[in-house]
């Protein structure tokens, strides 16, 4: 799975990074997001209610994104 | 009266003998009982704050005892999360519209109440009926929502009714088991002494604010109703927060950096507070946003004032949109 470091980025570049990093990707692509902003956590959950896709939180930092809508 | 006027007649001590100091008791008195009208409890039960958070402490330490459970919610004040780290307690998860479910109270229980949520407005429509004693937070909702019969002890903060900052009222009701968790030799709750200027002048703007409420409050709801309409039709990717109190209202932008959208709207003459990560001290996101569940980047918090009008909203509302816009290119 393709890795977006994040780490030591502050709110909202993480969010931005990652929808950057998924408009050229085709539906049902997967990638590892590294963030450890306290806001990620909220905010992530709260992009993918308002963009329909899908974020699962790993763990330490890390979050797993699947693209489900363009 | 004017501010000025009222430094004049009120510096005496209204504790003291003397013909200054009784005028300056009588001033005293009065305030309490316009307080007392318009917060629904007895003039007796209500103490003066310089400090209105200090009233968190009061309240709930006076009204606890070691073993007691505090029961508070995930919405409630900072304050109330600090307290409650010294006794047993029990932390109310809030739904996403913002309810609360108060059924897991006990009758032995001391519960923490926000009638009015300052961040995003939500009225809390549960009301604790099983508990030992009530603390009722009402800094947020002024006297726009009446006390529950049951209230042991109550927080108000005289910006509320758009009197001046730096004033808390607490009520602490007779039939209360409330302790005075201060050192202290007599009855009063608070060893003060409060500024009696600014008691006396939060007394007049209670007055004044509460007989422009009757005549604004419409304005206030359509205002409010205005700018949700037009953050949802104009602005892409906003997240409005749950509300229900008319005068307050929290929208997050997506893919916006909460800190610069304050800054160039401070520029261009609108005064916004911001509940997102970076515009914070302690750089968290609100916590009543992540409770919600509601987006904490791109955080902005309105107030409307009775003296917001239509155009202002209008101007603010057009220069939000572009702001939005270009900080997101």
């Given amino acids: 799975m393709e890795v977006l470091d994040c780490l030591g980025k502050r709110c909202p570049l993480p969010v931005i990074e990652l929808a950057k990093a998924l408009k050229s990707k085709p539906i049902a692509s997967r990638i590892k997001l590294l963030s450890d902003d306290p806001a990620s956590a909220p905010d992530l959950i709260a ?5 329909g896709n899908s974020v699962k939180e790993l763990g330490d930092s890390a979050f797993e994104v699947t693209k489900l809508t363009d | 009266m004017a501010l000025p006027h009222i430094f004049e007649v009120s510096w005496p001590d209204p ?3 003397g013909v200054d100091s009784k005028s300056a008791a009588i001033l005293l008195n009065e305030a309490k009982e316009t307080f007392a009208g318009h917060l629904g409890v007895r003039s007796d039960e209500i103490s003066f704050l310089g400090e209105p958070s200090l009233g968190f402490y009061l309240a709930l330490s006076g009204l606890l005892s070691p073993n007691t459970r505090l ?6 004040r900072m304050e109330i999360f600090a307290i409650a780290e010294n006794y ?7 739904s996403t519209s913002g309810e609360i479910d108060f059924k897991e109270c006990t009758n032995s229980d001391v519960v923490s109440l926000q009638l009015c949520n300052r961040e995003t407005g939500i009225i809390q429509s549960g009301r604790p009926t099983n508990c030992a004693e009530l603390f009722v937070d009402a800094t947020a909702s002024g006297t726009r ?4 019969g049951n209230w042991s002890a109550a927080l108000w903060d005289s910006i509320s009714w758009a ?3 730096g004033l808390g009222v607490l009520a602490i009701s007779k039939k209360a088991k409330w302790k005075n968790p201060l050192p202290h030799l007599d009855s009063r709750v608070n060893p003060g002494p409060t500024s009696l200027p600014l008691i006396v002048a939060s007394a007049l703007a209670i007055d004044s604010w509460v007989a422009d409420e009757k005549n604004l409050a419409e304005k206030i709801s359509a205002i409010n109703s205005e700018i949700r309409t037009y953050i949802t039709d104009k602005i892409p990717n906003a997240d409005l927060a749950p509300g229900g109190a008319d005068h307050l209202l929290s929208a997050s932008f997506l893919y916006v950096n909460a800190e610069q959208l304050v800054t160039i709207l401070a520029d261009k003459g609108f005064a916004v507070d911001s509940g997102s990560a970076c515009n914070a001290t302690n750089m968290q996101p609100s916590h009543v946003l992540a409770a919600l569940g509601t987006l904490t980047q791109g955080n902005i918090r309105l107030t409307i004032h009775h003296a917001t009008s239509f155009e202002d909203v209008k101007i603010f509302l057009e220069v939000l949109e572009q702001t939005v816009a270009e900080l997101r290119a």
């Fill in chain 2, 88 to 94: 047993p307690n029990l932390q109310l998860a809030t």
């Fill in chain 2, 71 to 76: 029961v508070y919610s995930n919405i409630d």
């Fill in chain 1, 47 to 51: 992009w993918a209610r308002m963009t």
């Fill in chain 2, 163 to 165: 009197g001046p900052g």
């Fill in chain 2, 15 to 17: 504790t003291k003998l």
């Fill in chain 2, 145 to 148: 929502i009446r006390l529950p």
